[in-house]
Structure formats: structure tokens, C-alpha cells
């Protein structure tokens, strides 16, 4: 009897380190601003969801701007260990989406357009009324964070799950400046969150600290084009003004990630971004299921990189 009281105290001892261990190891998504582009996150997702070992993909943290912070909250409405569902979810309305289920023109023609913004997007605010279920979301064991700008205060506002308005906190998210209209949420005006926070990765690291987590890994979603080399020697106004605004809009994907790289450099970070260049001009929607698939090879690429780094550690 004394051989058996023995074994189960180790056996317990044993349980109990492998529930402290768990709870020190925190797993977090990121998915960055996107516009159609968040089609491409899908494709990473899935690519990670069915080649990575499960325990890999169980995040149990995840934030989002623009595009991202609908991505977010679609896998927000899945509990952790049901990373398939969510999979499957997320992949699904992308296939399904199309330009006319997030924006019209005004009916209202030019007068409406000087006065709020190049197109109405109420068709997006009833497709996500029609998929986004605020209390899976609310109740999921997931933490989820989104972002948006506030343009009265030009700060950036976070909203988590448990926002009574998350439908509106995630238009507020993803009113591109311009061509979106501005959305009033509890007595402010909002944009997208991707003006001042285009990846929110320090997000997800912060939140896994507030668990207590001393070993972070994000999985990143960024959404830039790849590293070209292009020689402008002879190129004129036009071209040099493209290939320009080009490498803002790179750096601007990549400040984030550089920032938390540095605040917290013991957080494992695992970039994802498009080997080549994605089809379509952001706000098409025309192209999912090909980014989608690009999205899943660059996800698979990703995960033998590093598996050969491992193996050669």
C-alpha cells in the first residue's frame, strides 16, 4: 500500500508540473490590417492549423487591426483546442466573400462621397451582424484584443471581447481613412486601428505576460509585399514615387514588430508574409481563394524553415 500511496504522489507531483509548465507557455496570433488581403491570413492559418503539431496552434491570445481584427475575432468565437473549427470557419467566409458584401456605392452619389468617405459600407456591418456571434465571442477562453483609431483624441483605443459592441468596434477597426466612413462608438469618432498600429504584436505579448506567461510565442500575420530588389537608376516622378510609397508602407508593417522585438526580446516571434506578390489592388475581393492558397504554402514553408533550424540545434 505504502509502494502505491508513493506512486500516486508522484503521479500527481508529475500532473501539477505539467499544468505550471502550461500556463507559463502562452501562444498568441497577431493578425495585422489586411483588407482583402485577410484572405491570405486564412490561408496561413489553415496552413498552420493542419501541418503544425496541435499544441502549436492552440492560441490562446489573439488581437487584430482593419481587416485582422475580424480575422480575430472569427477565431476568438472558437475555444482553444478547437483551432479547426476556427480553421474552417475563417476559410469559409473568405471563400465566400465578395466586394458587395463590404461596400456600395453611395445613393446619395457625390454629395455623400464629399461629405463621409468613397463608399457606404452598411453592407459590411450586416455581414458581420449575420456572422459574428457576440456571445461565442464574449465567452470564449480565448483573450482577444482589436484596434482603432480614435480621431478625436488621434490615439489608438483597444476594445476586447467583452465590448457589448464588438460588431461596432470591429467597423470602427476597419474604416480605412477615405474610402471607409468614420464610425461613432461611446461618443468618439473611429478609423482603422492600422494608422497607428498596423501589426499588434506587443498586444499579444503584454496580454500573455498579464497570464503570468514567462515564455511567449506569437504567430504573426503581416501583409506586405516581398523583398524585391528593383534597380530606379533611370526611372522618372511616377516610378520612383511608387516604388517609394512601396517601402513606407513596408516599414510601416514592420515598425511593429521591430518595437516589440526590442521591448521583449525573449518572445518568440514567427513572422508569416507573402513570398511573392499577392494578386488584386486591397479592396477587390476577387482573389481570395488564391491568396488563400498562397497563404497555406507560405504557412507550410514557414513551419519546414524552422523545423530544420530546430533539427540542426
Aim: proline content about 3%; some cysteine; overall charge negative.
Amino acid at each position: 500500500m505504502y509502494r502505491y500511496n508513493i506512486i500516486y504522489i508522484v503521479l500527481i507531483v508529475c500532473l501539477a508540473s505539467n499544468v505550471v509548465f502550461s500556463q507559463q507557455t502562452c501562444r498568441a496570433i497577431a493578425f495585422s490590417g489586411a483588407a482583402d488581403r485577410g484572405a491570405y491570413e486564412a490561408g496561413v492559418v489553415m496552413g498552420l492549423v493542419e501541418n503544425a503539431d496541435p499544441q502549436d496552434v492552440q492560441w490562446q491570445v489573439v488581437t487584430g487591426v482593419s481587416a485582422g481584427s475580424i480575422n480575430a475575432a472569427a477565431v476568438t468565437m472558437f475555444n482553444v483546442g478547437n483551432e479547426v473549427g476556427a480553421k474552417d470557419f475563417i476559410v469559409n467566409q473568405w471563400l465566400n466573400i465578395t466586394k458587395e458584401k463590404i461596400y456600395k456605392n453611395w445613393d446619395g452619389g457625390i454629395v455623400e462621397i464629399l461629405q463621409k468617405s468613397v463608399f457606404d459600407t452598411s453592407p459590411l456591418h450586416q455581414y458581420l451582424d449575420s456572422c459574428v456571434n457576440q456571445t461565442l465571442v464574449a465567452n470564449s477562453d480565448r483573450t482577444m484584443l482589436i484596434g482603432a483609431t480614435n480621431i478625436d483624441t488621434g490615439l489608438f483605443q483597444a476594445f476586447d471581447q467583452k465590448d457589448p459592441e464588438i460588431v461596432l468596434a470591429i467597423m470602427a477597426s476597419s474604416a480605412m481613412p477615405g474610402l471607409f466612413p468614420k464610425i461613432q462608438k461611446d461618443g468618439y469618432s473611429y478609423c482603422d486601428g492600422g494608422i497607428v498600429f498596423m501589426t499588434p504584436v506587443s498586444s499579444a505579448i503584454e496580454l500573455c505576460m498579464a497570464k503570468g506567461a514567462t515564455d511567449v510565442i506569437v504567430d504573426v500575420m503581416i501583409i506586405n509585399d516581398p523583398n524585391t530588389f528593383i534597380n530606379e537608376t533611370n526611372q522618372h516622378t511616377l516610378a520612383l514615387l511608387a516604388r517609394e510609397g512601396q517601402i513606407i508602407v513596408k516599414n510601416i508593417f514592420m515598425k511593429d514588430i521591430m518595437s516589440a522585438r526590442a521591448a521583449y526580446p525573449n518572445a518568440q516571434i514567427n513572422i508569416h508574409s507573402p513570398s511573392e506578390q499577392l494578386p488584386g489592388d486591397f479592396i477587390g475581393f476577387q482573389y481570395s481563394k488564391v491568396m488563400i492558397e498562397m497563404g497555406y504554402k507560405d504557412a507550410v514553408a514557414g513551419l519546414n524553415s524552422r523545423k530544420k533550424v530546430s533539427n540542426k540545434l
